[in-house]
């Protein structure tokens, strides 16, 4: 299949070309940011840096990070760097209340979003004759809304699902005859297991393609996936703090995601040092975006542990590539496309009156991930009934999902039965295998 971009000239533009481009822009929008960011002025002023200093690419790493602490301390406003009035729309991380990191956008900022995510959907194979299928949460979560407006932008009929009712998207995949389907990749599992389970093929939907993310997956997922769905599965990342899916997405080599270097500037660093790594590193993947308005973050800490690489690729897309993410340099968990903060449960148990010792524990069956959390009881609590532990732990379970959106199974478990540790207490065990 001949190779299709959504933008060619930027997408396939010599390295130099793109360093250039990358410098012009950063000049500018470290002023942008020095002139009406107080917060990141402060940063700077801190360590000693004007925008003097900054000539070009080459004097990025002068600059303080942001991590998102950083973003949660200065809530809700945060890094805004224009007027209210100049913004459009929101989108927000989940997160405790008070320390969700909202993002805003003004009208240029949703346009150059949306362009990225037309990128990954041209490159997963999408034209305007495609029926793009969006079954990630629309809402502050930023999957549905981002590839909504890519999908719009190549021209294809979208079908603006949001997630769940399985029963309803599969109506709605073989009535409408969906061609490409955007979700999580284990609600793409999911979906697939729902067809099999309603008795159709692979080859009984059109389905050619999917464009799955926001939450890590394998290489065996993927092969599950193509083989339940019939389809070519692609990756696709971004996260809320830069705008949302599309900062990189995979083409039809599919080793590694283009980083969409115009906008991105893409770093590795030491987690521990903050030292700037050599290319084919494996470390912290931190962000500088040279367009966004509103929002505009430089060396933002993403905390994701991956890889990049400038190996020319087969599809003549010059953008470097990430690996997919090879873990996190923090305790957030992903769990059904949901970003968990162990912090978060704690502050349930604590609000619902619980001592904080609990144990989280993940794992994946059939593709979906499952949930537990172990909450020990206190001596008086102890004394309740049968049902009356029944009724708690339904009570607990739904306190949760209102903090966080998904419901874990909660088992209220005899006092003193939680391992305690010597050292930090061991708060999560994630049984998955996310990594070959
Ligand atoms: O997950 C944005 C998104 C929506 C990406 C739809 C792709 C598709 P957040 O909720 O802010 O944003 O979560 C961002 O999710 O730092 C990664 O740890 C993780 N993540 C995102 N995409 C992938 C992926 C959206 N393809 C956090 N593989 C990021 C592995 C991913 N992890």
Known sequence: MEERYYQKEIETMPYEQIRALQSEKLVKQVQHVWDNCPPYRKLMEEKGVTPA?????DDLHKLPFITKDTLRETYPYSMLAVPLSECVRIQSTSGTTGKRVIAYYTQNDVNLWEECCARAIVAAGGTKEDVVQVCYGYGLFTGGPGLN?????????????SSGNTERQIQFMMDLKSTILCCTPSYAAYIGESLKEQGYKPEDNSLKAGIFGAEPWTEEMRHDIEASLGIKAYDIYGLTETSGPGVSFECSEQKGMHINEDHFVAEIIDPETGEVLPEGSKGELVFTSLDKEAFPLLRYRTRDICVLSRKPCSCGRTHVRMSKPMGRSDDMMIIRGVNVFPSQIEAVLLNEGYAPNYQIVVDRS??????????ELSPEQFTDTVSGITAREKALAGAIRTMLGIGPIVHLVAPKTIARSEGKAVRVIDKRKLHD
């Open 53 to 57: 200093d900054i000539k070009g690419i």
């Open 149 to 161: 407006g890519g999908s719009h932008l190549v021209g294809s009929l979208t079908l603006p699902m």
């Open 366 to 375: 059939k593709n979906n991930d499952t949930f537990d959390v172990y909450v």
